[in-house]
């Protein structure tokens, strides 16, 4: 970690850092107000989530991600852009959502970029299976989406497959191919930058909970 990340952490991470706790959380309590809650998993360094919660005042967001560094750049973030609307629980994604959010309580759900575990035999490992993205649907609300966006084209339709046998969401682009035009929200991050500079593309997938 940067010095400057150690400092984020040690004088914003009481005010925004959430502890993992088995207990279902408030979002109203936490963020003092009621407003849709959005929750990013696996934010990196936190770029994109602070251009977007900056951008969505209006909305709650919570960012879930384990890796250190990460979190003290997020929180460097939020001091630089005196963002107030955003929060962070450092902890394993699934065991947030599964003991910390209630069924039927998210307006949204952004996972950009996850590891594609390229190689065959590591494709388990990929975050994009049945079962987790049944538990995202279940943390949704009614009309409430779920985001994915990845510059691996191989995993892009993995995940658009995962998605179709969910029954409980339904594909925002399903008349076109499957996947949807970004939507203005997600601003491009230095990760994505340098990816189309190679001449990767983006791919991106939107799904409501019907």
Known sequence: ???????????????????YVSVPLDAATIFGRSAPTII????????????????????????????????????KLI???????????????????????????????????????PKKRHHKRRLIQPEFVNLLAQKLS?????????DWEEYAHHMLEVLVQERALANTAEAVNGFAPRPDYRGSSSFERKGLAKGHGVWDLVFIRQ
């Open 1 to 19: 970690m940067s010095p400057a990340q150690i400092r984020a952490v040690e004088t914003l991470g009481p005010a925004f850092l959430l502890p």
């Open 40 to 75: 990013e998993i696996g934010f990196g360094m936190g770029e994109a989530t602070a251009a977007i919660a900056k951008a969505l005042p209006e909305k709650n967001f919570i960012g879930i991600e384990v890796h250190t560094p990460g979190v003290g750049a997020l929180l």
């Open 79 to 117: 001091g630089e852009n005196n963002i107030t609307n955003l929060r962070i629980i450092q902890h394993d994604a699934v065991e947030v959502l599964t003991n910390m959010i209630p069924n039927n309580s998210l307006a949204g759900l952004h996972i950009f970029f996850p590891d594609p575990w």
């Open 142 to 150: 009614a009309g409430g989406y779920v985001h994915l966006a990845t």
